[in-house]
């Protein structure tokens, strides 16, 4: 290294720390959104109060509601937010953005080493910092998974190198426990030691061993997984999306296609599928040929990016709405940025103005674009106008709508984008309920009162659409349709089912039958000590 670069070293990591403050800084002004957010960290059950009891329901598996995944150390990050913000939002974005400032400095001591550039180690640093397939898992509040786990897991790896076996152990048990990613965690120690040199030694045996059966056990914890769709296709034909997933990764990591925060399934895939399965080849080959010239560190983050994207064939299996997202692909940006920091080493020896003049259009290429990414993370509103832009989809139209009504918007202005996604998602029994919502907001009760019975014929046992029937038909002059749902509806216990009592005497009132309304007073009484009036 020379004197220069010795010099310049001195302050790369209060550098990098000061670009991604600067850079992220202004997720610090932005609020939740509604994508996860109010389900896993403003409404769930453990969260609204810091207290012993809560504490130990966060440790506890099986106690968040939705949650499929046992990360107990997510949500106590979350707690000890609720104990000391409020969850306060610039608090859940000051945490997700001193994590990825963490990793990014993490990254670049890592690369630094396994290259033996000063440069290199920088480049790779702001690959993995500013790229803006990063954006997600910063920005978005509940990301926290995703930006904890990899700081963990990050300074593993650290560890690793620097021959702290027991701390390599207890950082990789709390990365697994923040998402289960890490598992992955004793092949990516393996590979690390085969990029700088090093022989398995008995220490480094231990120490992946170790990690390996804290990676069994994180594993048996988190069997558990959400039912299939009934329309779910065969598992071969999901696991056949895999090389189409890769290659619109690939196009999304060269900044060719925009990055979103949702990816719908294809409807055609067979093309790129080709391609990516090319590509596939292609990598292989690659990989196959830097070991062969003992090019251990690009193998080495080939190999990185390989395990760190193992988790996106779970994902196929479970069949989740979407088919991909940024935040799966958060770590494997560090086998990326490995690479790239080589192929930068190789030119900086040759000739190093070229090299970091290369380095600083790659950063400014990366910021910009990031920069801009952030913005759309403002609000859920901003969020789903972004996406909207480029997928004109029922779903996005929705979103939006739902979005708009929680910043408390004209129903004017929800209503038609609700519409629109009626018309692309007719069969969706959520979009026809919020549909009949804002008919009834607008006091179009008689167009309100069909999607109402169009989203139970969907869904038999949805009590919400059972109850807004009842009352689009009381007050609309149909008591008699206005009984018959709501006399569904109250047999059901629900929250509102004092309120469901006060509508259903008022429709037999309506309907005629002052006997029955009687009655149905009389159980209101035994049931919730007496009858709630809705008006």
């Known amino acids: ?128 910092g500013f790229h803006p397939l990063q954006v997600e898992a910063v920005a978005w509040a509940s990301g926290r998974k995703d930006v904890l786990s990899a700081a963990f897991s990050l300074a593993a790896m650290w560890s690793f190198l620097d021959r702290r076996w027991t701390l390599c152990i207890l950082l990789a048990i709390v990365a697994m426990f923040a998402k289960p990613v890490a598992i992955v965690l004793p092949g990516v120690l393996v590979v690390l030691a085969l990029a700088e040199g090093q022989s398995l030694t008995r220490g480094r045996l231990v120490a992946i061993g170790g990690v390996g059966c804290a990676g069994l056990i994180c594993l048996l914890l988190n069997q558990t997984a959400a ?42 895939f067979a093309t790129l599928a080709w391609v990516g399965a090319g590509l596939i080849l292609t990598a292989v080959a690659g990989v196959g040929w830097a070991a062969w010239r003992k090019q251990y560190v690009i193998v080495a983050g080939a190999s990185c990016v390989a395990l760190f994207l193992l988790p996106q064939v779970k994902l196929l299996l479970s069949y989740r709405e979407f088919i991909t997202a940024d935040r799966y692909t958060y770590m494997a940006m560090f086998g990326v940025a ?116 169009k989203a139970l014929s969907l869904r038999p046992d949805y009590v919400e659409a059972m109850v807004n029937a009842g009352r689009a038909a009381l007050l609309s002059g149909r008591p008699k349709a206005a009984v018959t749902c709501l006399s569904q509806a109250v047999a059901y216990d629900t929250p509102f089912r004092c309120e469901v009592y006060g509508n259903l005497v008022q429709a037999l009132l309506a309907a005629g039958d002052p006997t029955a309304a009687e009655a149905m007073r009389l159980e209101a009484v035994t049931v919730c000590g007496g009858v709630k009036d809705e008006g």
């Open 1 to 128: 290294m020379s004197d220069t670069e010795t010099e310049w070293r001195r302050y790369t990591g209060p550098a990098l720390g000061a670009a991604v403050l600067l850079v992220y800084g202004q997720c610090l002004s932005f609020s939740f959104t509604n994508w996860d957010d109010p389900q896993y960290i403003l409404q769930n059950p453990v969260l609204l109060e810091a207290s012993w009891e809560t504490l130990r329901q966060v440790l506890r598996p099986g106690t968040i509601p939705g949650e499929v995944l046992y990360i107990p150390v997510t949500y106590l990050s979350f707690w000890l937010e609720r104990a000391l913000f409020e969850l306060a939002p610039w608090a859940v974005h000051l945490t997700n953005v001193l994590l990825h400032l963490i990793s990014t400095l993490l990254v670049w001591k890592i690369c630094e080493r396994l290259s033996g550039g000063w440069l290199a180690g920088v480049v790779a640093a702001v690959v993995f």
């Open 227 to 268: 039912p299939l769709p009934g329309d779910a296709p065969a598992v071969a034909l999901r696991l056949a999306h895999v090389p189409w997933i890769l290659t619109d990764w690939l196009q999304r990591l060269s900044l060719w296609q925009p990055s979103l925060h949702y990816y719908e399934w294809p409807a055609e």
């Open 338 to 453: 490995l690479v790239v920091c080589l192929l930068f080493e190789r030119m900086a020896v040759k000739r190093s103005g070229l090299a970091r003049c290369c380095a600083g259009l790659l950063a400014l290429a990366l910021v910009l674009p990031t920069v801009m990414n952030l913005q759309r993370w403002e609000s859920a509103s901003a969020l789903w106008e972004y996406y909207k832009e480029y997928r004109d989809s029922g779903f996005a139209y929705h979103q939006l709508g739902r979005a708009y009504l929680d910043a408390e918007r004209d129903w004017t202005e929800i209503v038609p984008l609700w519409e629109v996604a009626a018309d692309k998602l007719p069969e969706d029994p959520e979009v026809l309920f919020d549909l009949g919502n804002g008919y009834t907001a607008l006091g179009r009760n008689e167009d309100a009162f069909p999607l109402f019975v």
